[in-house]
C-alpha cells in the first residue's frame, strides 16, 4: 500500500497518480486488482448509488457503510474518504468526532475536506488524520456555486483558488483534489505547490487523475460530464443480459437439469412416509 509519502515522491519523480471514485465490495476489489494507486470513496455516493439529486443528504453512517464495504475489497490500497455535508463545518469537536470515526471504523487512510477550511485541515492533521483538500467545483456548495459549472474563470475567482490551495497546503493537508477548473489554472495551482493535485475535468497537467467507476464503465449511468472518457460501456452488455433472464424464465428454459439438483426417490422416501412409489 502506498503512503502520504509515496504521493509526495511520485510527484516529484512526475509519475502521474491514479485515483477511482469506488463505493462497495466488488468495485474496491476490482479497483485494487487494477493497481490503482488510491481509492476516493465519495460522497458522490449519495447520486450514483443511492439515487439522490445531490451529496447533501449523504450521512456520516452512510460513508462509513460504504467505506467499510470497500477497504474489505480493496485491503491493500490506500483508501480517502470524504466527509459528507455539515460534517465538518461547525464545532472542532463534532469535526474531530466525524472525522475519527471514519478512520476508526472504516480503515481508511485518510478524509477529505471540501472548500477553504485551513483549520479544519490543521485540526484534524494535528490528531493524526491525513488530509485532501477539493477545490473549484465542490458539490456540497453547488447550490452557493450556482449549479456544475466551471470554477475559476476570472481572474479574482482564479487567485482566491490558488489561495485556496496554498492555505490547504500550509494547514498540512497532503493532497489537492482540483475539479472543474481551465486547464492553465490547474497547471499553475500545480506548479506552485509541493504536495500533488489531482484533477476532475481539470486539464493534463496535474499530478494525477480521478473519475467514478460507474462514469468509467458506464454502469447504471446514462449521462456523462464532459471530462469522462469512458474506458467501456456495461450497460450495452447488463441490459441485453437481463433481458435474456427475463425471456429464458418465462419461457421456462430456466432453470434445465444443468441448474437444478437432483437426488433419487429413496432418499426422500422418509418425507412421504416411506411411500415414495405411490407419489
Not at 443511492?50 to 491493500?76: C, E, F, N, Q, W
Not at 483549520?119 to 484534524?124: A, G, R, T, V
Not at 499530478?207 to 460507474?214: E, M, P, R, S
Amino acid at each position: 500500500m502506498k503512503s502520504v509519502t509515496d504521493f509526495k515522491k511520485m510527484k516529484q519523480g512526475e509519475e502521474k497518480i491514479t485515483m477511482i471514485t469506488a463505493y462497495d465490495f466488488p468495485s474496491g476489489k476490482l479497483v485494487q486488482a487494477a493497481d490503482t494507486d488510491i481509492i476516493l470513496v465519495g460522497d458522490s455516493l449519495g447520486m450514483v448509488v443511492l439515487g439522490y439529486d445531490s451529496t447533501i443528504p449523504v450521512t456520516v453512517a452512510d460513508m462509513v457503510h460504504h467505506a467499510k464495504a470497500v477497504r474489505r475489497g480493496a485491503p491493500d490500497t490506500f483508501i480517502v474518504v470524504d466527509m459528507p455535508f455539515a460534517s465538518y463545518h461547525f464545532s472542532d469537536d463534532k469535526t474531530l468526532q466525524h472525522a475519527v470515526e471514519i478512520i476508526q471504523e472504516t480503515g481508511a487512510n485518510a478524509v477529505k475536506l471540501e472548500g477553504d477550511y485551513p483549520e479544519k485541515i490543521s485540526l484534524l492533521v494535528n490528531a493524526g488524520i491525513p488530509v485532501v483538500t477539493h477545490l473549484g467545483l465542490t458539490p456540497q456548495s453547488v447550490a452557493v456555486l450556482g449549479g456544475y459549472k466551471v470554477q475559476g474563470k476570472s481572474e479574482a475567482a482564479a487567485k482566491l483558488l490558488i489561495q485556496s490551495a496554498e492555505r490547504a497546503e500550509s494547514a498540512g493537508a497532503f493532497m489537492v483534489v482540483l475539479e472543474c477548473i481551465p486547464d492553465n489554472l490547474a497547471s499553475w495551482v500545480t506548479e506552485g505547490l509541493t504536495i500533488p493535485t489531482i484533477g476532475i475535468g481539470a486539464g493534463k497537467a496535474t499530478d494525477g487523475q480521478v473519475l467514478v467507476y460507474h462514469d468509467l464503465l458506464q454502469y447504471g449511468v446514462d449521462r456523462l460530464a464532459k471530462f469522462v472518457k469512458p474506458v467501456a460501456d456495461l450497460n450495452e452488455i447488463i441490459i441485453p443480459a437481463l433481458r435474456t433472464f427475463n425471456e429464458e424464465v418465462k419461457a421456462e428454459e430456466f432453470p434445465n437439469e444443468a441448474y437444478t439438483f437432483q437426488t433419487n426417490k429413496e432418499q426422500l422416501a422418509f418425507l412421504y412416509g416411506g411411500k415414495m412409489n405411490d407419489c
